[in-house]
């Protein structure tokens, strides 16, 4: 076969154990969301020969794949935030295709909200002052703040209201509730979103992720590998990436995030249009993010955000785009750079494996196409895959 003619597909995806895990360490979460993958694949830890890991490790992802006991010839450590595993399975699908690695293994692990508890580590992590961030230091700029600013604007320049917003954190845990694994699965109304504390004008409490403990791990293998997998594969149809910027100041534009060109590149390379898109996978740390992300990846206009969300069309249950189909970051769980779960659901919702939060088509079949958008830092950089059954 042509080297760079090789079919990719996902032929494993697993979550480790998630929510609250004060007994457990990153890295055995690591291993055993691991684990989970190769098992639901069917294939044997001396088959993967390349690995990707962020966020664990002083030489990541050395320490990761030593607890593992991988040897991988082909390895990515590349670290953008909770983009990092879309951009990663799109630079692991390029190397599959042209013949540098067979079977590749994407891994995450996080105990987060644990070590808060245990005081390891203080709610909110400096991203340093060094380099173009010393200059937003001295203001007190936090990450939910910036996201908070992005939403404002968005509210200024399109009308977007706080109801509307919170609409997205309304349907997230409307999904959650067929989600036996998600965190938080009691109803919420608007009017309970609004009334939570502030945390950052204009976001409350329900505006913002949840924290918990948790991983995840897929698989990507070669179309050859297929055969011997026990699981129907899922195919990456395309990917794109994108950075915008390190600091608010060299954002041109608040209500546009990177999704807009990662998105435009993914469905471009896969051929496919957004109105084909049966269900998304989309970052959540925060309510706006779904909305604008919404808007960039070309399911609605831009700022038309608010009127599409607020009609329930992000609903498992009778919504038109179904959305963070296990309850997103919002309900279901969040242990940090939380990209590769988007991945996980969308192989799930694909497989026609979710239970009572499957996406039906109108002929009651699994989803056909499906598409995962990550967010990494503030909006400063986006990963974008499209994926689809046989």
Known sequence: MTPGTRKVAVVGAALADCGRMDDATPYSLHAQAARRA?????????????????????LAPVEVAEYLGLRPTWVDSTSVGGSTWEVMAAHAADAIAA????????????TARADIRAGRRTGDLSFGARGPLQFE???????????????????????????????VAV????????????????????????????????????????????????????????????????????????????????????????????GALAFERAGVRPSEIDFAEIYDAFTYMTLVTLEDLGFCAKGEGGAFVEKGRLLVRGGDLPVNTDGGGLSAQHPGMRGLFLLVEAVRQLRGEAGERQVRTRDGMPPRLGVASGTGGWFCSSGTVVLGRG
């Open 171 to 262: 349907q997230a845990r409307a999904n959650a509730a067929l989600n036996p694994e998600a965190m938080f699965r009691d109803p919420v109304t608007v009017d309970e979103v609004a009334a939570g504390p502030l945390i950052a004008d204009p976001f409350t409490r329900l505006h913002c992720c949840l924290r918990s403990d948790g991983g995840a791990a897929v698989l990507l293998a070669a179309e050859e590998y297929v055969r011997d997998c026990r699981t129907a594969p899922v195919w990456v149809l395309g990917t794109g990436e994108h950075v915008s910027h390190a600091t608010m100041s060299e954002w041109p534009d608040f209500t546009v995030s990177p999704a807009a060109v990662s």
């Open 38 to 58: 190769l098992a639901d694949a069917g294939l044997d830890r001396a088959q993967v020969d390349g690995f990707a890991s962020a966020g664990l490790g002083t």
């Open 137 to 167: 230091v001295p203001y007190g700029h936090t990450l939910i703040a910036k996201y908070a600013m992005a939403a404002r604007r968005h509210m200024i320049e399109y009308g977007t209201t706080i109801e509307q917003l919170a609409q």
């Open 99 to 110: 013949g540098h690695a067979n079977a590749v293994l994407l891994v995450y692990g996080s």
